[in-house]
């Protein structure tokens, strides 16, 4: 992967107030469970996600990123495949956490049935690149 020039980490959710925010400036609940996604654009590599209430399918995230970014997309199999509609940006897979913010972890683990799994390197690339979970303990189940 060539150094994108930017590195983003966005929490979704169905809360217009917190939709789109960095991670860091929501109220989040003490453990939270949910799924997430990884983007990779011409100058961009982003993750997205959000708990489980709110996105059921990685579909769900998928367009609410696309929606939040302006990227042309439709859904190809609602609600399991919603498709991105450029070439310039691609879905390289995803899979589910578990956040506890009392105790600082996070646990990224499984993978998505419509998007594949993702690679560790990828999500510790992007921790390191955005200080996200900086003061977190980062574990991963594969």
């Known amino acids: ?34 799924k997430f996604i990884l983007i990779n654009g011409p100058d961009e590599f982003a993750m997205a996600y959000g708990p489980i209430d709110d996105y059921g399918y990685h ?6 990123f696309c929606d939040l970014s302006d990227i042309p997309s439709g859904w190809a199999k609602k609600p399991d495949m919603y498709e991105i509609l450029t070439d310039s940006y691609r ?28 690679d560790r390197q990828d999500i510790l690339y992007l921790l390191r690149t955005t200080n996200s979970f900086a003061d977190y303990l980062v574990d991963f189940d594969d």
């Open 1 to 34: 992967m060539t150094a994108p020039t930017k590195t983003t980490i966005i929490f979704l959710s169905d809360t217009p107030d917190t939709a789109g925010e960095k991670v860091g400036t929501i109220d989040a609940p003490v453990r939270m469970v949910g």
């Open 59 to 64: 579909a769900d995230l998928v367009k609410r």
């Open 91 to 118: 879905v390289i897979g995803g899979g589910w956490f578990e956040e506890n913010i009392s105790e600082k972890t996070v646990r990224f683990y499984g993978y998505s049935t419509a998007y594949g799994g993702f």
